[in-house]
């Protein structure tokens, strides 16, 4: 056939979305290193991460009172959106987000309230797994499932497993530390204790709880568990201080859970008939970080950490634009 006229056309590429690791990076401009861990840091800020390491590895992090740190994921048993508050990245480049409930305004974000362990009496019983009583040693056998991680993982079963799990980091560790000198004081209670130096690392592979046995203990059965005092401290906590920070405020600047506190991962103190682990305050002391015994009834604020490989897909982060990512049939 002939050609009677000569004809153009363009095609306009969408440019690829970046994953929500570089995204955050990308908005945050401004990037900080923080170096006194004595003292709170709850000044308010916005489009700001802190920098440290883990294993080596740069991590990023929020900390004082960030309000663009929010993130729109999954959806619970009841298809209600989820809403969670992103703690850090971690060493695997996963993106760590706390637990906040079904709103940014939420005084109820935890999925339930209940001791640590059902029984206290015994060193093991600091331990997210323990195994024989009466030694740290044994109880880092990791056979048995403490109460609280019972909860987590059924939780985790019934409202995210099936959907999104897919998107979730298998190699993300998250540390029950249960290192200690004097089988008294456990090593988060040293370090921001007595030498205000907090870690995101996870010395003994047994208490790196993780998925993937190749990088940690391989013990978890779903990628889930708890915020650590250490993570705490990063985000401009103090112990036995209130520190209202983005970990305690809802976006409404209420506490986040009310009057209840909620519990963390990390082993505190042996009183000789007690065994202790960090938790939070609620209303009643913002953001107060201390140890209480692990039978006590707290709240429970999972921890999940999305794939690094995870595509950005809307928002800048605040409580009314949260970020959120691209589902997809195989996660990424």
């Not at 997210?128 to 740290?136: A, E, H, R, T, V």
């Not at 200690?180 to 709880?209: I, M, Q, V």
């Not at 209202?244 to 000789?272: D, I, K």
Request: with cysteine; glycine share 10%; proline share 3%.
């Amino acid at each position: 056939s002939n050609i009677t006229s000569a004809k153009s056309c363009s095609i306009t590429f969408a440019s690829a979305k970046p994953t929500l690791y570089k995204k955050l990076l990308a908005d945050k401009s401004t990037v900080l290193t923080r170096t006194d861990f004595s003292k709170v840091l709850t000044t308010d800020n916005t489009k700001t991460l802190y920098t440290s390491t883990e294993n080596g590895t740069t991590v990023y992090y929020f900390a004082g009172n960030a309000i663009d740190n929010w993130v729109k994921f999954g959806k619970n048993a009841s298809n209600q959106d989820l809403y969670w508050r992103i703690i850090r990245t971690n060493s695997d480049g996963s993106v760590r987000l706390l637990y906040h409930g079904t709103s940014t305004t939420a005084t109820d974000a935890y999925i339930g309230t209940s001791s640590f362990n059902s029984s206290y009496a015994d060193t093991a019983y600091v331990s997210y797994m323990y195994g024989s009583l009466g030694s740290i040693p044994g109880a880092r056998e990791n056979t048995t499932d403490s109460t609280i991680k019972t909860i987590i993982d059924n939780w985790y079963k019934d409202n995210l497993n099936t959907n999104y799990g897919k998107y979730l980091s298998t190699t993300a560790v998250y540390c029950n530390d249960r290192s200690t000198s004097d089988n008294t004081y456990f090593g988060a209670y040293t370090r921001l204790l007595t030498n205000k130096t907090p870690s995101y690392d996870c010395t003994a592979t047994e208490d790196k709880f993780t998925v993937d046995s190749t990088v940690g203990n391989g013990k978890l059965t779903y990628p889930i568990a708890l915020m650590t005092a250490d993570e705490v401290s990063f985000a401009g906590g103090l112990y036995g201080t209130n520190a209202p920070t983005w970990y305690y405020y809802n976006s409404a600047n209420g506490s986040s859970t009310g009057s209840t506190f909620w519990w963390l991962l990390s082993p505190g103190v042996w009183s000789g008939s007690d065994a202790g682990v960090f938790y939070v305050y609620g209303s009643s002391g913002p953001g107060f970080l201390n140890n209480v015994n692990v039978f006590a009834g707290g709240g429970v604020r999972p921890v999940i950490s999305l794939k690094s490989c995870i595509k950005y897909s809307t928002g800048n982060g605040s409580a009314s634009d949260p970020y959120t990512i691209q589902e997809t049939t195989s996660g990424c």
